[in-house]
């Protein structure tokens, strides 16, 4: 899935939780904070709200090393802890998002 848009926020999928963590690259991370928008994360049928005050107020870790893409372009990865929230999404084909 790439990434999407709506009025209020960003949606990215998101591959894997690892030690109940989630990453994202700086190139979502950035167009959320550009745009002044939250982030709404997807990992296996799971949500996980972030509103833009959050994301602007530094509640996340980020990694200092800086990651090049296969395409050639650098990034770095933005760590949130995985707090889903607590209804499930349902990924019937008519109500997923953009291919999710």
């Known amino acids: 899935m790439r990434d999407h848009e709506d009025a209020n926020f960003v949606h990215h999928e998101v591959k894997k939780v690892w030690k109940g963590i989630v990453s994202v690259g700086s190139y979502t991370f950035d167009k959320c904070i550009k745009k002044h928008k ?10 996980m709200t972030i509103p833009y005050e959050s ?27 995985w707090t889903p929230d607590k209804k499930r999404v349902s990924l019937t084909p008519s109500a997923e998002p953009h291919g999710l």
């Open 55 to 81: 994301l602007n107020t530094k509640s996340f870790h980020l990694h200092q090393q800086t990651i090049e893409s296969k395409f050639g372009e650098p990034y770095i990865m933005y760590d949130f802890g």
């Open 38 to 47: 939250g982030l709404i994360l997807y990992f296996q049928r799971r949500t």
